[in-house]
Every structure is written in C-alpha cells, then in structure tokens.
C-alpha cells in the first residue's frame, strides 16, 4: 500500500469497472467517490510493503492509508511485495530449461530466451544482471489477474454469475472488517506460458495452500468469517460442491457462519487454461498482519522520526496519526474477537414445546 493500490468502482446499473492508481492519490479519490457516489461499490486491491522494504517511511504510509480504507471502501484485498516476489520466483523455477551447446537458458514470462539465473524486469523480454532488482511487471500481472478473475462475471456470461455487489454482501459480516485474502490458481495466465495445467480437484487444493495467496497468512489455522469460490471455465456446479465438501473438514468456520460459503461460475475460462479459481476469505489470520505492521509504525512515531516531512504538508496534522493508529488497534482487537470464538462450542438451537 505503501507503493500502490487500485480501486475498483462498481455500479450495479452500469457493470463497469475503472480503476485509478497511487497510494496518496487513491485514498484522496476513495474518498471523494464516498461522497459523491455513495451507492457505488469502491473495491480496493492494496499494495502493502514487504518486511524487509528500503522506504523508511513505509509503515506511516501504509498506515494512514488503511484509515481511509477501513472508513471508505467496501471491500479491500490486500496484497504483499513479498508474497508476489515468492510466486514469480516458483514460478521461474517451474519454466522449461532450453541447452544450446554450452550455455543453458530458462524461457522467459513473456516467452523469450533469458539466460539461466537472470532476473526479469520487462514483459518484452529485458533482462538484468542485477540480482537486487524484481521482476515488477511479472508482479503487476498476477495482480491483474486478479482484478481479470473478480470482475469475469461482469464481462462474460456464466451459469452462477455473482456480482461485485454481492461479494460485500456475502463476505463482509460487519461494515470495517472487510479485508479479504485472495489466493489463485493458476497463477500465471498468459497463452505464452506453457505451465502444464493442474487437474481440477487438485486446483481447489492449491486455492488454499499459502504457496498461491497473495499475502502471508495462514488462513487454515485460523477462524473463516466467510470464503467466496469464483470459478471460470467448464466446470460443473457438482465439480465445486464436492471440493467444498473434501475441503471443509480442514477449514475452521466461525461457529455463526458454518456455511459461509459463496461460489459464483464463469463459462469463459481464462486465455491458455481451461479454468482457474480465485478465493476470497474474510479470514482472522489478517491480524498478524496488521499487529506487525502496527509494530514498525510504532517503532517510527514513539521517536516522531520522520514526522515533519507529513505535518509539513497543508492539512496534514499529528492528530491524523493518532486516528489511524486507533483505526489499526481496532481491527486488530476486532478480527482477534472473532477468532478467540474458535473455542465456543455451538450452543444448542431453541426447542418449541407443543
């Protein structure tokens, strides 16, 4: 969040998705939309900065951004450098090795030659001997296709098509806790990419393993509030609901919501595979994230380092420093509630005496 993010705006009338860039930028327009277009639909797929990231000022950055994502978006999809990082690297190391008398060479993302332990950073093929340097459009990619595989079911017609309006109603149980984990499969979609495809079962096992998620978490150990299942490609209905019933022994669901599940179908697969998946689950394990990006903030404004540079600024204030950290503190307390419920038994349904 602290390099990017883009805001999906949907109208239900229209079926239409925009989307605008930058981090200062987008919250400034999140917000005018909340104003001007209150019964439009702001979806919101943040960037947020690894652990390891070089921009000192990161955390406040990240931070005072998630205020104005708690208080005005609708639904938010964070996504970690680290995370995409990881998955590029997988899936280099999955691509076909090509040896042309003595050199040995890897095909690229974008299908070029690229000698063997390089690093790609431009989709026509550029390359890079530096190893500090990331494949950033590669990154970019497997973001679009996120954005490509939520909105399928506005672009193309399905059996169990699910509108972006009815991910908010499905997912979000209360109005800020509305942070869902995204993980894909396959996570490369491009017809130049010969990565054989996985058989339809194991994709729905690969959909909630944290080697295809876009952020570091760990759902499975953690409280499910809701999950949604998009699927595109020829797949029956059946197909998905005897994975949802293989997967669920696995999956811990709030006890008030144990069949929170929410699958929509999309007939049109995806450019070079015959189907693909994207889940979304409103899931407590974002709590380790938020707690330890709070922390580095904290190690930032106890000092008030690097303060001036905001304040500085016509209209920004201390105080707003002060609200965001207060923003953070309680989607930490609220997501860690709902996943202390892990240990309250069902209690029994009322009985009607006749």
């Known amino acids: 969040m602290a390099a990017a993010f883009f805001v999906i705006i949907y109208h239900e009338e229209e079926n239409l998705p925009h989307c605008c860039t930058g981090s200062g930028v987008g919250t400034y327009v999140l917000d005018l939309l909340k104003d001007e277009y209150p019964d439009v639909y702001r979806f919101v797929t943040a960037v947020y900065p690894s652990v390891d990231d070089d921009v000192i000022t990161s955390p406040y950055n990240s931070v005072l951004a998630m205020n104005q994502l708690t208080e005005n978006a609708d639904c938010v999809l964070p996504v970690e450098n680290q995370a995409l990082a990881d998955i590029i690297a997988k899936i280099h190391q999955a691509l076909p090795i090509e040896k042309t008398g003595k050199r040995t060479y890897r095909t690229s993302l974008s299908g070029n030659r690229v000698k063997k332990d390089s690093i790609i950073t431009a989709s026509e093929g550029g390359l890079t001997k530096g190893k500090d340097e990331k494949p950033f459009d590669s990154m970019n990619n497997i973001v679009a296709n996120l954005l490509l595989n939520m909105t399928s079911s506005a672009r193309f017609e399905g059996s169990l098509n699910v509108d972006l309006n009815e991910i908010t109603m499905n997912l979000v149980p209360f109005p800020k806790l509305h942070y869902l984990v995204a993980s894909q499969t396959p996570l490369y979609a491009l017809a130049d990419i010969k990565i054989p495809p996985r058989r ?112 500085q600024i016509d209209g920004m204030e201390v105080g707003d420093f002060e609200q965001s950290i207060e923003s953070m503190s309680y989607l930490i307390t609220e997501y860690g509630s709902l996943g202390k419920q892990a240990a309250i038994p069902n209690m029994p349904r009322l009985q009607v005496v006749t």
């Open 200 to 311: 339809l079962d194991q994709m729905f096992s690969d959909a909630f393993s944290q080697e295809h998620q876009l952020i570091k978490a760990d759902p499975k150990h953690n409280m499910y509030l809701a999950c949604a299942l998009m699927v595109r490609g020829n797949v029956q209905v059946s197909d998905i609901r005897r994975n949802i019933d293989r997967l669920r022994p696995s999956l811990k669901f709030i006890p008030w919501n144990q069949e929170g599940w929410k699958t929509g179908l999309c007939g049109v697969p995806p450019v070079g595979h015959p189907y693909s998946l994207l889940t979304l689950a409103n899931n407590t394990c974002i709590t380790n994230n938020f707690t330890e990006l709070k922390g580095r903030f904290m190690k930032l404004y106890k000092r008030k380092a690097h303060l001036h540079h905001y304040t």
